[in-house]
């Protein structure tokens, strides 16, 4: 069974930039989160979706991030424009039960 | 607000030994608590759970206590391997979100 894919594995932008990531689900997950886990701190959710629809996007700075699933398969997640605070790993995971499967992350270097 | 803590960053052991990481929680809400593992430049990875109807869960190596009156729960790895090397994350759900402590590192020495 593949994983959790995600790219770019790594981003490096200047302030004000904008930037995307990408993510594809585990085959068969309704459920599709993304998570920014600054260094040293645990992962923060940012948003969570069921197919195509928003469960949670209470934790998303909407002033700068954007996210979407609009087939309810893969996501993007879109910071427009960019600050130093961004620099974090963006996680995606997907689950179909309690367990959740991460993908490798995408490491923002904002500068 | 920090609901779910990991309250030492690192711990160190010797290979054979026990490693217990600890984790505390305020959220009496939290009925399902889970183990993460992640090695660097990847994703965490389920470890072990546990469901708040149990106060112990054991796979393998790995054990997971829950003590619901203390808000508290830990892990064992018994013997711990040098391929244990990794940071711990332990995260709990209400069934609607999922909180994540900020990880313990653990090092286990040769």
């Known amino acids: 069974e593949a994983g959790v894919a995600q790219s770019p594995r790594y981003k490096i932008i200047e302030k004000r930039q904008s930037v995307a990531f990408w993510c594809n689900p585990i085959?068969?997950?309704?459920?599709l989160y993304w998570y920014q886990q600054i260094l040293g701190q645990g992962p923060k959710l940012l948003i969570q979706f069921q197919n195509n629809g928003v469960v949670d996007d209470s934790q998303l700075p909407k002033d700068r991030f954007s996210a979407e699933r609009l087939k309810g398969v893969d996501s993007t997640l879109k910071i427009q424009p960019a600050k130093l605070e961004d620099s974090a790993v963006y996680l995606c995971?997907?689950?179909?039960?309690?367990?959740?499967?991460f993908g490798p992350g995408t490491r923002l270097t904002v500068t | 607000d920090q609901q779910v803590k990991q309250n030492s960053p690192s711990l160190s052991v010797q290979e054979g030994r026990i490693s217990i990481l600890n984790c505390d929680y305020t959220?009496?809400?939290?009925?399902?608590f889970l183990w993460y593992k992640k090695y660097p430049a990847e994703g965490p990875t389920f470890l072990i759970s546990i469901s708040s109807i149990k106060d112990k869960n054991e796979d393998g190596r790995f054990t997971v206590f829950l003590n619901k009156s203390a808000k508290h729960l830990s892990l064992h790895i018994v013997p711990s391997q040098p391929g244990d090397s990794a940071v711990y994350f332990c995260?709990?759900?209400?069934?609607?979100?999922?909180?994540f402590g900020a990880g313990t590192r653990l090092t286990v020495k040769p």
């Open positions: 959220n009496s809400m939290f009925d399902y």
């Open positions: 995260a709990a759900s209400d069934g609607n979100d999922m909180r």
């Open positions: 085959s068969g997950h309704a459920t």
């Open positions: 995971a997907s689950s179909f039960s309690d367990e959740q499967y």
